[in-house]
Each structure stands twice: as C-alpha cells, then as structure tokens.
C-alpha cells in the first residue's frame, strides 16, 4: 500500500514538473516568438488546454501585444491567408486595391492552428514560407506587394491515433513539443499567479535576450549532446541557442552558462531525441574486500570514529571543491558536455523511444492508405483549387468575386473607349465581359474499387477461397474508412461469374464467399475478360478500379468451353494483350507451390506486379495486396 501511494506521490509530481515545464515555454515564446517558432501542443479540448492558453495570454498582455493570438480557419483560403484584392475598395476607388492577409495581420504576435494534423500540405507550405522569409509576397491579379511579417505559432495536436501528427515541416520550426495529454485537471496546481513573471522583468528580457552571448565551449557542448542524442537538424541546433539565451535573460546575466544549456537542451532536444546517448565506460572495479582482516588493524567495533570537521572548515572545502570543479569544466569541453548530457538525458521520456519505433512502423508503406482513388479537376463538387477562365453553362459554378477581380484592372481602359465612343457613362457601374467571367474549379478523388479474381478451381480451391475471404475480410475494414468498394469474381469449369458485387458490406462478402463451391477446370481467359469488362463499367461510374488476380496462371478451358491446356493458355494470352490496353492497376499473386513461367508472363502480358507467395495466408496475401496496388 505504501509503494502504491508512493507511486501515484511521484506520478502527481511529474505531471506538475510538466505543467510547470509548459509555462516556461509559454514564457519563452512570448519573449522571441519569432526566433523560437512554435510549439506544437498535444492536447485535445479540455480545461487543461484553455488554462495553458489563458496563462499564455495573460503573459502577452504583460508584454503589450493585444491581440497575442489570432486563430487560423482549418480551411482558410489562399487570399484570406496571404491577402488579395480588397474588393469594397478596389471597385469604391476604380483601381486595385490590396488587403492583408492573415499571415501580414499577425507580425510580431501568434499564430494558432487549431487541428494542426489536418492542415492541407498547400497550407503548411505558405505558412512555413512567410516563418522562414519574415515577410509575405502578395502577387495575385497584376498586383505585387511585400509585407514584413515576423510571428511564432501554436500548433494545436488534436489527433487521437500515434500516426495523426502535425506535418513534418511545421514540426520542423516548432522549438517546444509539449504533451498535455498526460495531465488531468486535478493534477494541477490551484493557481497559476504564483508563476506569472514581473512585467517590468518580462520587458526587460524582451530588450536583451539578443545581446546575451555563448562561449565556443558550450556551442561545442551543444553539437556534442545533440549528436549523442541523435538530433542532426541545425535548425535544432539554434531553436536550443535562442532559447537557451531567453533563459539566461531572464536571470539577468550576460552569458549562457551551463545551467541555461541544460534546461534548454531538456526543453528543445531531449524530446526529439531519436536514441539514447552511449553510456560512458565503467570504471575500473577495486578488488574485493578480503574478509581477513590485518594483525595490526583493529576490529571496526573497538575502533573509535574520527573526528568530524569543524563545520567552517568543511563549508570552506566544499566551495573549494566546487570552485575547482567549474574551473576543470572551463578548461575541459569533454566534461562540460558530459554534464550537459546526463541532464539532457534525465529529461527524456522513459516511453520516447518505444513511441518513436511505433511510429517509424505506422509510416512504413504498411497499406495502401487513405485517399488512393485518382485525382481529377472537376467543376461541380470536390475540394476547391481555384478557378478558370469559361462560361458557367452545362452546372458548371460562376464565381462571381474572382470574375470581378478580372474585370476591375480593365475598368479605365473600358471606360476611355466608352467616353471615346461618345457613350454617357452612369456612376459606380461595372463594365464586364464575355473573357472575365471565371467558373469554379474542384480536385475530386475517386473512390478505388479493388476487386479479387479468384481462381475455384481444382482441389486448393478452398485454399485459396480461404485466404480470399480472409483478404477480403482484412481490406474492408481500411475500406471502409476510405470510402472504398471491393468486388469478388471466381472462375472455375467454363464460367467466370462475379459472386460479390461492388460493395462496401462486410456482411455480404462474408455470405457471398461462405456459401462458393470450389472444383472443376480453369477458364483463365474468360476471367480476364469478364473482370476487365466490369472494371471499366466501374470506371465509368467514377471508381478508379484495381485487379488482384489469384491464380496459377495454368489454363486448362478454352475460350470456347472445350478442354486442352494450349488452346486455353493462348485464349488466355490473348484476353491478356486486349485487356492490357486498359491500363489499369493490377497484381498478379502466383499461388502455385512454386513459381511457373505460366504466371509470370501472364503477369506481363497484362502490366500487372507479379508476386509469388506460395501457401500465403490471409494476412500475408492482404498485405501483398495493399502494398503492391501501392507500388503497381
């Protein structure tokens, strides 16, 4: 009982190391928001969240900036993040008139991204441009513009799975990794008044953190432990120094020393450590106490204890001892970074490892993932990109404010032929025509149907149903997810029927595949027709098809019906040359015992992957199947 209260006594203790870790960096950033990034918070909405960002808030307003924060739409548009045409203005005044986006609205302030794991990769790249630039390029609609823009950001990391993370390049800039998943509300202190800084203090750190400098020995130091650490971005490197000058200033001293190293180090590296610093040689062992004891020494019991130091004496050693052992660290860089890397590796996460090697696994080509059907512009539904030039006829959408951006730069020029003409010209009118219009323009993407060709026949038969069930069964639950359909076609004696319609039901490929017969010849070229015959009608119903053929590729009935193993195996490579013209995705899984040249060049006739796997069980044959459409 007592190990268990004492366990929770030290878990409470961490979690408030934690948060009293995370004001620190709400501080930091405050300070230099733009040398140090961001922070990428691990959080989902909860009291816990709104009190970091209401302590950080609190921070800001002691510094001055008034509106510290300004929150990004998770689908904010182009024009409304970079800037564009002021429209109200542009057509009050005649002439074109740029307005700031958010990026120029948010200098020497906050940037926070709620839902950082799902920000487009469009997104992510303007956001990472203006955090490396210090400023926003507006070109759009004839018009060009600079904007200086200095900002630091919160990526907020609402994301429940271990795969659903921020992306790499905002993760890149981000000095802090907070997780605040790990604290509960009453893990908390009462208040948070007690670590609110001075503002008097908070203001002068804000005007001399840029003048603090660092000796060449703690740079060195620096390199050393990240090194060991496994860190190898610069990036890293100087997200650790600013932050590690912050710390300095707010102590008031002119320099970094090792202490401030440390803390940055602990803040900025050690939880992005990729693996654990090589332990240092042991040291020579003593050899082992004899239990005989010499004639002339006397038993420890008769001995009486020496006399203990005076304790001025002894203050006076101990600072001796410790003013020579910071003059050794001076002089020696090998002991500095020792020092500064046993902290560093004091503060990493017992778990940091474990979770790292998960992730490298979940982003390992394990499937074929989401989002594999095709990408294609249309001009009706989907995700907007944009629009182009047309007439907005046959549904197509009219985008009325991009067709008054075209036809705004023209308004002088229109209006001079008009008065040219000796036309009377009313007040405030528009003129627009036929080539301003712009119509919207949408990225669709496909659903994927991926449809198995089985070969029933013959006395593996059921093997095979076995392990297509089982695939089958195993692929459903990612399609489902997906949005995606699978279809199954078997093949034996002189027909090739299609036993499970395109679907996304598990229930009805379970009764679909229980209840199929197995035996009989092998009509290969019918399968090859009749699956791409229903592939390309699926096509044109908008699925991007993918054929998985399991089979050993050795036909035995002819087109025809009639038996004989080389008319059908020229029938079958035959279909195999048409239906190769179709360019569809396909895999060819040889479920022979042993590899035959028969499915290998049925396999090339047909530009499918070919993939032996002999004996293949369920799991085997779906993960095959995910990883081969992919590369196919």
Avoid at 389 to 396: I, V
Avoid at 607 to 613: I, N
Wanted: hydrophobic content about 40%; glycine content about 8%; proline content about 6%.
């Amino acid at each position: 009982m007592e190990n268990l209260e004492q366990t929770q006594e030290i878990s409470k203790s961490a979690k408030l190391e934690t948060w009293l870790r995370a004001l620190q960096v709400a501080q930091l950033l405050v300070i230099n928001p733009y040398g140090l990034g961001g922070v990428i918070l691990r959080a989902r909405s909860g009291p816990v969240r709104d009190r970091w960002l209401a302590y950080l808030n609190t921070i800001a307003q002691l510094k001055g900036m008034r509106l510290p924060l300004r929150k990004m739409p998770l689908g904010i548009s182009d024009e409304n993040l970079i800037g564009g045409i002021d429209l109200d203005q542009t057509l009050r005044t005649g002439k074109a008139v740029l307005r700031q986006g958010l990026l120029a609205q948010c200098d020497q302030q906050l940037l926070l991204m709620p839902m950082a794991e799902r920000i487009e990769v469009g997104t992510v790249a303007k956001v990472v441009s203006a955090l490396d630039n210090g400023f926003i390029a507006i070109e759009r609609d004839g018009q060009s513009r600079r904007i200086e823009s200095q900002f630091g950001f919160i990526a907020l990391d609402e994301g429940i799975e271990d795969d659903e993370c921020p992306n790499e390049k905002i993760r890149q800039r981000a000095a802090f990794l907070l997780n605040l998943d790990v604290i509960g509300w009453r893990d908390l202190p009462e208040t948070d008044d007690d670590f609110v800084p001075d503002a008097s203090l908070l203001q002068d750190v804000c005007e001399n953190f840029s003048q603090v400098t660092v000796s060449e020995d703690h740079l060195h130091a620096l390199v050393g432990v990240a090194e060991q650490l496994g860190v190898t971005s610069i990036r890293a490197l100087n997200l650790a120094l600013n932050t590690a000058k912050c710390l300095a200033a707010f102590e008031r001293e002119d320099e970094v020393s090792s202490m401030h190293l440390q803390r940055a180090i602990a803040l900025v590296l050690s939880p992005r450590a990729t693996r654990m610093p090589q332990s240092t040689p042991p040291e020579e062992e003593l050899p082992p106490e004899s239990d005989e004891q010499p004639e002339n020494e006397q038993d420890p019991v008769d001995q009486e204890p020496p006399p203990t130091p005076p304790p001025e004496d002894q203050k006076q050693e101990e600072e001796q001892e410790n003013e020579e052992e910071l003059e050794n660290n001076s002089e020696n860089p090998e002991a500095l970074e020792d020092e500064i890397l046993e902290a560093a590796q004091a503060a990493i996460p017992a778990d940091l490892l474990a979770r790292l090697a998960d992730l490298a696994d979940l982003k390992t080509p394990k499937g074929m993932g989401g989002k594999t059907g095709a990408v294609k512009v249309g001009r009706i539904r989907g995700r907007p990109i944009g629009n182009m030039p047309g007439m907005p006829e046959g549904g197509k959408t009219l985008s009325i404010i991009d067709t008054l951006r075209a036809a705004v730069p023209w308004q002088g020029v229109r209006r001079a032929e008009l008065i040219a003409a000796g036309k009377t010209i009313p007040a405030g009118k528009i003129f627009i025509r036929k080539e301003d219009f712009r119509i919207k323009r949408y990225q669709e993407r496909t659903q994927t149907l991926t449809m198995f060709i089985v070969d029933a026949s013959g006395s593996s038969a059921m093997h095979r149903l076995a392990e297509a069930k089982g695939a089958v069964e195993l692929l459903l639950a990612e399609c489902y997810i997906r949005r995606d359909q699978v279809a199954v076609m078997s093949f034996r004696g002189s027909v090739a029927e299609l036993i499970l319609a395109p679907t996304r039901s598990l229930v009805k490929a379970k009764r679909a595949l229980s209840g199929l017969p197995g035996g009989g010849g092998t009509p290969l070229s019918r399968a090859i027709d009749e699956s791409f015959e229903v592939a390309s009608a699926s096509m044109r119903k908008g699925l991007t098809p993918a054929l998985v053929f399991l089979t050993d590729g050795r036909a035995n009935i002819a087109k025809d019906g009639s038996p004989g193993r080389p008319k059908a195996m020229e029938d079958a490579q035959q279909s195999a040359r048409a239906a190769s013209y179709y360019s569809f995705k396909s895999l060819w899984i040889d479920t022979s015992p042993q590899a035959r040249d028969e499915g290998r060049v049925m396999a090339a006739l047909l530009g499918s992957m070919y993939l032996p796997l002999p004996n293949a069980g369920a799991n085997e044959v779906s993960q095959a199947i995910m990883q081969g459409l992919k590369k196919a």
